[in-house]
């Protein structure tokens, strides 16, 4: 399974429930990176080896531009859920997806 890095958008207790179920999960705001521009947050997450999930398409824009392969970014269309919502819904692309996000 793949250890996966939330964005400031998400919500905070979304990590605290998905580590209760095995998830390998951090908020960036339990690493200090709650202010962080999102090119820093790529760069940290591609460094410790995680995928990053965000609710805007900025992580993927840049990526872009840099010509960047990793790390990979999830990106949650739906707006407004809860962590325990937010938390099933990751579970679910992880367990569907996790091989293929890790690559």
């Known amino acids: 399974m793949s250890a996966l890095l939330l964005d400031q958008g998400l919500p905070f207790s ?18 200090g990176l709650g202010e962080a521009p999102d090119d820093h947050i790529l ?14 398409g900025d992580c993927h824009t840049l990526m872009a531009l840099a010509g960047a392969t990793n790390p990979s ?14 938390a099933k819904l990751l579970g679910e692309v ?7 996000i890790a690559n």
């Open 14 to 31: 979304t990590a605290h429930l998905m580590r209760e179920t095995g998830h390998d999960v951090a908020h960036v705001a339990e690493m």
């Open 43 to 56: 760069t940290v997450a591609r460094d410790l080896g995680q995928a990053v999930c965000a609710l805007d």
């Open 73 to 86: 970014v999830i990106l949650i269309r739906r707006q407004h859920l809860k962590a325990p919502a937010m």
């Open 94 to 100: 992880l367990n569907l997806s996790g091989e293929a």
